[in-house]
């Protein structure tokens, strides 16, 4: 059973940061893909970030030029350096590994940014 377990939430002012990291409980140099969502309160869960394996990132347009996701395989952690924070940045962030036939998921950890 593999684990990811999410750290470095908070309450930041708008503008200020914050960076997530997430443990894997195994090696994630066979993980297919890791990356972080988000749910805010009625909405639904979309994708912030995502890296592949070699190292290709995506990002959610709400993001680009502001979030950044990277993934150190040494210390089987991916994090998600975040700057420039806005109140819609608002919502319970989760990490996701995608293996070969299976998706695991992070308990999530709340983000808050007041203005």
């Known amino acids: 059973q593999v684990q990811l377990v999410e750290s470095g939430g908070g309450l930041v002012q708008a503008g200020g940061s914050l960076r997530l990291s997430c443990v894997v409980s195994?090696?994630?140099?066979?993980?297919?893909?890791m990356g972080w969502y988000r749910q805010a309160p009625g909405k639904q869960r979309e994708l912030v970030a995502d890296?592949?394996?070699?190292?290709?990132?995506t990002y959610a347009d709400s993001v680009k030029g502001r979030f950044t996701i990277s993934r150190d395989n040494a210390k089987n952690t991916v994090y998600l350096q975040m700057n420039s924070l806005k109140p819609e940045d608002t919502a319970v962030y989760y990490c996701?590994?995608?293996?070969?036939?299976?998706?695991?998921w992070g308990q999530g950890t709340q983000v808050t940014v007041s203005s």
């Open positions: 195994r090696s994630i140099f066979s993980i297919k893909s």
């Open positions: 996701n590994a995608v293996g070969i036939s299976t998706t695991w």
């Open positions: 890296i592949i394996s070699i190292g290709t990132t």
